[in-house]
C-alpha cells in the first residue's frame, strides 16, 4: 500500500476522533461488504489489517498510512452516522457493536494483555510472511475469537451463508472485526464517547468538511 505522501494529521481532537472512527465504521462497511459478496476492496481492507498490526506507531497519522483517503470508506459512512446521508442499518449496527465491544475489552486488563501477546507474536509473523498473507489472516481471526469473540456481546455477521462458510472467511471476518477494535482504542483514546456522538454532531461534521 501506497503510504505516500504522509498528510499530517489535524491538530482538533474532534478531527482526530472523527479519523478514527471512520476506521471503526470502514471495518463495519468491509465486514458487510465481505458477508455479501465475498470481496473486499485492497485499499480500505490493508489499511486495517497494517493498522492492527502497528501497536507502538511513530504518529497518528501513521496509523491509517498516512493518509486520510485510506480511510475513505469510513469517512464517507460517518457521512451518514452525522446525518447527512442516508444510513445503511447493518453497518451502523456493525460499527456501533465494535464501539460497545472496545468498551468491554478496556475494562479487561487480562483480556487486553491477552490480545497484546497475541500481536506481538503476529507482528513477527507479518515480519516474515507479510502483513496480508493468509497465515497472518488467520492469526488475527484467532486473536479476535480467543478474547473478543468469548465476550456475552457479540456481532452478529449477516450475510450469504455459503459465503460466511468459505474458507478463510470467518478468518477475514474476524480480522476486520479486530481491526475496527483497534480503531474503537484509538477514537477512546483521542477522547471520543459515545455521547459525543448525538450532542457533538455539529463538530463532527464540520471535522469531517476540514477533512474533505
Same mark, same amino acid.
Request: charged share 20%.
Given at each position: /500500500?501506497?503510504?505516500?505522501?504522509?498528510? &499530517?494529521?489535524?491538530?482538533?481532537?474532534?478531527?482526530?476522533?472523527?479519523?478514527?472512527? $471512520?476506521?471503526?465504521?470502514?471495518? $463495519?462497511?468491509?465486514?458487510?461488504?465481505?458477508? &455479501?459478496?465475498?470481496? +473486499?476492496?485492497?485499499?480500505?481492507?490493508?489499511?486495517?489489517? #497494517?493498522?492492527? =498490526?502497528?501497536?507502538?506507531?511513530?504518529?497518528?497519522?501513521?496509523?491509517?498510512? !498516512?493518509?486520510?483517503?485510506? =480511510? #475513505?470508506? !469510513?469517512?464517507?459512512? =460517518?457521512?451518514?452516522? %452525522? !446525518?447527512?446521508?442516508? $444510513?445503511?442499518?447493518? %453497518?451502523?449496527?456493525? !460499527?456501533?457493536?465494535?464501539?460497545?465491544?472496545?468498551?468491554?475489552?478496556?475494562?479487561?486488563?487480562?483480556?487486553?494483555?491477552?490480545?497484546? #501477546?497475541?500481536?506481538?507474536?503476529? *507482528?513477527?509473523?507479518?515480519?516474515?510472511?507479510?502483513?496480508?498473507?493468509?497465515? +497472518?489472516?488467520?492469526?488475527?481471526?484467532?486473536?479476535?475469537?480467543?478474547?473478543?469473540?468469548? @465476550?456475552?456481546? &457479540?456481532?452478529? +455477521?449477516?450475510?450469504?451463508?455459503? /459465503?460466511?462458510?468459505? &474458507? /478463510?472467511?470467518?478468518?477475514?471476518?474476524?480480522?476486520? @472485526?479486530?481491526?475496527?477494535?483497534?480503531?474503537?482504542?484509538?477514537?477512546? *483514546?483521542?477522547?471520543? #464517547?459515545?455521547?459525543?456522538? +448525538?450532542?457533538?454532531?455539529?463538530? =463532527?461534521?464540520?471535522?469531517?468538511? *476540514? @477533512?474533505?
Amino acid at each position: /500500500m501506497n503510504t505516500t505522501p504522509i498528510h &499530517r494529521a489535524p491538530d482538533s481532537a474532534t478531527a482526530r476522533q472523527a479519523l478514527a472512527l $471512520a476506521g471503526v465504521f470502514q471495518a $463495519a462497511s468491509l465486514v458487510d461488504e465481505l458477508a &455479501r459478496t465475498g470481496q +473486499v476492496d485492497t485499499r480500505p481492507w490493508e489499511t486495517l489489517i #497494517r493498522a492492527t =498490526l502497528d501497536t507502538d506507531p511513530e504518529s497518528f497519522e501513521a496509523i491509517y498510512g !498516512g493518509h486520510p483517503n485510506n =480511510l #475513505r470508506r !469510513g469517512l464517507e459512512v =460517518l457521512e451518514a452516522v %452525522v !446525518g447527512r446521508t442516508q $444510513a445503511n442499518p447493518v %453497518v451502523l449496527r456493525y !460499527g456501533f457493536s465494535l464501539l460497545l465491544l472496545m468498551n468491554k475489552l478496556r475494562s479487561d486488563s487480562d483480556m487486553m494483555s491477552t490480545l497484546g #501477546r497475541h500481536l506481538s507474536r503476529i *507482528q513477527g509473523q507479518a515480519e516474515h510472511f507479510g502483513a496480508t498473507h493468509e497465515n +497472518v489472516i488467520a492469526s488475527l481471526g484467532e486473536a479476535y475469537q480467543e478474547t473478543l469473540s468469548t @465476550l456475552k456481546t &457479540r456481532i452478529v +455477521v449477516q450475510g450469504d451463508p455459503s /459465503m460466511l462458510q468459505s &474458507r /478463510m472467511m470467518p478468518e477475514r471476518v474476524r480480522a476486520i @472485526l479486530l481491526g475496527g477494535i483497534r480503531f474503537a482504542l484509538l477514537w477512546h *483514546q483521542q477522547g471520543g #464517547r459515545r455521547w459525543k456522538l +448525538v450532542f457533538q454532531r455539529s463538530a =463532527l461534521r464540520k471535522a469531517l468538511d *476540514q @477533512l474533505g
